[in-house]
């Protein structure tokens, strides 16, 4: 074979792996090949995200709802685009966007294999796998938070060699905070009320186990007083303002099969006596007596 028919083959072959130099920034960062036709490509319109040639659309911008139904074509459904750009996996809503990396994909998946397992029992595990999995990732204050409650596990478990918090759980807090602070700001419509109940339930799940401090003997009430020692209490309180307008107990609700586990929870306390107090929680005061004694 001569020298001559080497380079044709070559050259074929380079020109048949050749990416589109000027496709738009989101096939390239799908890595796949666009084919550069305005104002939307095909693949942004399948996909269902703006188009981005310019700088003036941000990377995977969502189509309005109704733009998307027009554009797809009726024999596809549109793929879940948190996990179709190979590593990268992202969430995103109407007006944030996150993209987790690699560190966060390790705490996601510690989340989903042993975390949620110690949340209360079968019934937790069951309504997030067939609900809150999907909703996670429409919502990012909500899988905020699902990475800072992981984030504490690790340090009670021994994982993260650290007594007090670290960044990355107090960075995922604090995103989890604020971005659920602005969801509040806003009308609360009806297909958002289970994702902001699910993620003021992890709020309250982070006000009671993260705790700041390196010998126990620092913590509440062993410690000195200190302003935020019952900041889990007021954050309890402000949730049951959040029960009573959102209602998890209404019929559209995820979580209406937990109702028997809600009674249970809230359950009140007799006003005297110890009737309906956990003997755990009977032990620990009786042996926190004896010490004071």
């Keep these: 074979m001569g020298s001559g028919t080497i380079q044709v083959t070559k050259r074929r072959e380079m020109q048949r792996g050749r990416k589109s130099r000027f ?17 939307y490509c095909d693949k942004c319109r ?37 996990w179709s750009m190979g590593n990268c996996v992202w969430v995103a809503d109407e007006t944030t966007f996150y993209m987790l990396n690699a560190h966060d994909q390790d705490l996601f998946n510690r989340f989903q294999c042993r975390t949620l397992q110690s949340l209360n029992g079968s019934e937790t595990v069951e309504t997030h796998n067939r609900h809150m999995l999907e909703l996670s990732f ?44 602005k969801s509040l700001g806003q009308p609360i419509k009806e297909e958002h009320k289970d994702t902001i109940w699910a993620a003021a339930s992890t709020l309250g799940i982070l006000a009671f186990s993260s705790i700041n401090a390196c ?16 900041e889990w209490l007021r954050l309890a309180a402000g949730k049951m303002r959040l029960w009573q307008l959102l209602n998890p107990l209404r019929a559209s609700s995820v979580f209406k099969p937990m109702a028997d586990t809600f009674v249970t929870m809230h359950q009140s306390l007799p006003v005297e006596g110890i009737n309906g107090v956990l003997v755990e929680l009977r032990q620990l005061w009786s042996h926190m007596a004896c010490l004071n004694c």
């Design 23 to 39: 496709g738009c920034r989101n096939c390239k960062l799908r890595k796949v090949k666009c084919d550069e036709s305005r104002p």
């Design 46 to 82: 399948i996909y269902g995200v703006l188009c981005n040639f310019g700088f003036n659309i941000p990377d995977f911008q969502s189509l309005p709802e109704e733009q998307t139904k027009k554009n797809m074509p009726k024999h596809l459904t549109i793929p879940s685009p948190q």
């Design 138 to 181: 429409k919502s990012p204050f909500l899988l905020h938070g699902m990475l800072a409650v992981t984030a504490v596990h690790d340090r009670y478990l021994g994982v993260t060699p650290a007594h007090r918090r670290s960044f990355c759980e107090t960075y995922h807090w604090s995103q989890c905070t604020s971005l659920f602070n």
């Design 215 to 230: 010998p126990v003997e620092e913590t509440w009430p062993l410690g000195l007083p200190d302003s935020s020692d019952l």
